[in-house]
């Protein structure tokens, strides 16, 4: 198991945590890898910029002009901005994104929400959305989408539907983090319909093609491969199991309207 320190306090009831003496020993942790945590704080700062110099604000490190630090700059004295011109107040959503992965990668009880858009040049389209919960899949809580307003093979305004839609029920817990099968396109859509119902939520997209990470942060893109083995099948657990099951629902709606389809009788020719 992972290692934990033990640490107590003096208590006259008999704790859960054991006893020697009257000193109560609780355990603290498990903590992660260090090398390993390092590992992922250097990968995620590709595309999750963050402080780690003493500097001023107004004095530029060497990690800023490498583009991994998000010294602050003025914008003549109107607005606050990080190192690629994004506000500071997304900056600091970028911060609770990275933090989020952090826990995520902890194995904290994060709630995850993936989706997925699944069609054939449009017919049948049908989007998803899977949780996970602990590392684990929360499956009383997958919902799936067929897709009403959008024509043609269009998976980025499929997104768009599914969000919107799954937007309009804030009695479902919102997510700890999002994560978007797909690239920019996806994630740039992703973020347009959280801004539509003025919400901020940790969001990133995950694309199939070349095992890259999106977020709106950075224009950098991050390998897959460049985070520990272990997050990296998390990731792609998560993703394909948002996958699978968009994939078992376009096969229901595909079937289902095959039945219906009335089988022709004649003779052959």
């Known amino acids: 198991g992972q290692p934990s320190l033990r640490g107590g306090s003096k208590n006259s009831s008999p704790p859960k945590g ?8 609780n355990p603290i942790g498990p903590f992660v890898n260090g090398a390993e945590l390092k590992q992922v704080l250097r990968a995620l700062r590709q595309i999750l910029p ?5 500097n001023s604000y107004d004095k530029p490190c060497l990690q800023w002009h490498l583009g991994l630090c998000p010294t602050h700059k003025s914008a003549n004295n109107k607005q606050s901005t990080i190192n690629n011109g994004l506000p500071l107040n997304t900056y600091h959503l970028s ?35 899977i949780v996970f919960a ?3 899949p929360k499956k009383s809580d997958y919902r799936r989408f067929k897709i009403k307003n959008v024509r043609g093979a269009n998976d980025v305004a499929m997104l768009k539907e599914v969000l919107r839609r799954r937007l309009n029920h804030p009695e479902w817990p919102y997510p700890d983090l999002m994560l978007i099968d797909g690239g920019k396109a996806q994630l740039n859509a992703a973020n347009l319909s959280l801004n539509t119902e003025h919400l901020s939520l940790p969001l990133v997209a995950l694309a199939k093609k070349d095992e890259e990470i999106y977020t709106e942060y950075s224009n ?8 520990p083995i272990s997050l990296q099948l998390i990731f792609q657990t998560i993703r394909n199991e948002a996958h699978r099951f968009a994939i078992f629902y376009y096969r229901h709606l595909h079937a289902k309207q ?4 009335p089988k022709r009788v004649g003779k052959k020719s």
């Open 18 to 25: 054991g006893v020697r003496g009257d000193f109560v020993i």
């Open 50 to 54: 963050y402080r780690t110099c003493k």
């Open 95 to 129: 911060l609770v994104t990275l933090r989020q992965l952090l826990r995520f990668y902890a194995g904290e009880p994060i709630r995850i929400e993936a989706y997925d858009i699944s069609n054939i040049h449009g017919a049948y389209a049908t989007g998803s959305m």
């Open 134 to 136: 602990g590392n684990k």
């Open 220 to 227: 950098k893109t991050l390998k897959l491969r460049s985070l």
């Open 258 to 261: 095959f039945r219906k389809t």
